[in-house]
């Protein structure tokens, strides 16, 4: 099959974070079955912006930023809806890792009109929603995208509930994220503590740095470290991070990363640590288990039930106190985090390998085509 996928931004930087990895990851398992497989989307920051990723094609177009104030939601990308208008005529299927934006919904639409089949993943990216915009946004164009999908792919029942209260009953089709079978390597030493994501609000890096603050007394030669980008929270965490510095803990942000970098810088850490609430399924969390790498996370994570049904690390509430607790534990017993790190190996190999996922989107998209 000929398949275009369409996410909404690519970056130097990893700014638009898991859909990015969940498109790279399902293009080149889909790749490997034999299908032909290209991912498009808008692009900023790169002096020239590359063709491949990870051995997936690309087709990049220039981001505009259209709506300022609106992140994410406001950039558009005239160009690669005139490629893909060109492009559509060739294709069997599409596949939209679809937010609020002005890249997606207009790809869908688009995609509609040549009456080829598409698929649309929110990601936890459409959900109810207070913000003044989404209420015409919605009625004017995401109903209409999701009701006209040949299939919506959750993640939990709590996306499919938002998602049915954003635009009714769809046809739903439940799909785990997975990651590709990843190399182990021992842990370094001296021990490092990884908070890999998004500076963002809802993400906590500001409760990671407290986290450490806390705990260097106990830990002294234990490294602390935040990767990911500013979203928001970068002048707070670097202020908090000079207090901690002051007061002796070795900790510091390196700002964002490639994705196609991240399983490597994952594997210099001993201990990944994502304090986040209410995560719909971090791909970070994912590739930090297939890695080898325990794991702390909120009871809020979708990730949490796997988690803590294979004890691949400690699961705990929002308060720093528990998320202390748990990182303070898993310091002092090396043998039982090495371990919990090779059970959460393990849960993904067996439960969500890119194989398996691979196969249920093309048995997906070939169904759509034959009806």
Not at 6 to 15: E, K, N, Q, R, Y
Not at 27 to 56: M, N, S, W
Not at 133 to 145: E, H, I, Q, R, Y
Request: charged share 20%.
């Amino acid at each position: 099959m000929r398949i275009i996928s369409v996410v909404s931004l690519i970056t130097p930087d990893g700014a638009y974070g898991g859909p990015v990895r969940v498109a790279v990851n399902q293009a080149k398992a889909l790749i490997a079955l034999g299908h032909d497989v290209r991912i498009a989307a808008a692009t900023r920051g790169f002096d020239r912006p590359p063709t491949e990723l990870d051995q997936v094609p690309l087709q990049l177009f220039p981001a505009r930023t259209v709506l300022p104030g609106t992140g994410f939601a406001g950039i558009a990308s005239p160009g690669l809806l005139r490629w893909l208008r060109s492009a559509l005529p060739a294709a069997d299927v599409v596949h939209l890792h679809a937010a609020r934006d002005l890249i997606t919904l207009p790809a869908a639409v688009l995609t509609r009109r040549a009456e080829v089949p598409y698929f649309v993943q929110t990601h936890g990216m459409i959900d109810p929603s207070t913000n003044p915009l989404a209420k015409p946004l919605d009625a004017f164009l995401t109903k209409g995208v999701l009701r006209d999908a040949a299939g919506v792919f959750h993640l939990t029942d709590l996306e499919r509930a938002q998602l049915l209260e954003v635009a009714g009953e769809l046809n739903f089709l439940p799909l785990a994220n997975g990651v590709p079978a990843a190399e182990y390597t021992a842990a370094p030493l001296p021990p490092e503590v990884l908070y890999l994501a998004r500076l963002a609000p809802r993400k906590r890096p500001l409760i990671f740095v407290e986290a450490a603050r806390r705990l260097q007394p106990d830990f002294p030669t234990v490294r602390f470290s935040l990767v990911g980008p500013d979203e928001g929270e970068g002048a707070a965490v670097s202020a908090a991070i000079g207090a901690a510095r002051a007061a002796g803990v070795a900790i510091e942000w390196s700002g964002g990363l490639a994705p196609d970098l991240t399983l490597d810088r994952l594997r210099e850490c001993s201990l990944y640590v994502l304090p986040s609430v209410d995560e719909p399924y971090p791909m970070s969390v994912l590739e930090a288990l297939s890695v080898g790498r325990p794991v702390v996370i909120t009871e809020t994570c979708g990730l949490a039930e796997l988690v803590h049904r294979h004890q691949a690390g400690a699961v705990v509430d929002h308060s720093i106190e528990s998320l202390v607790a748990a990182i303070s534990q898993l310091l002092s017993e090396p043998g039982a985090a090495i371990a919990s790190g090779e059970r959460g190996r393990a849960a993904v190999r067996e439960e969500l390998s890119m194989a398996a996922i691979a196969c249920q989107l093309a048995a997906h998209y070939s169904a759509a085509l034959s009806s």
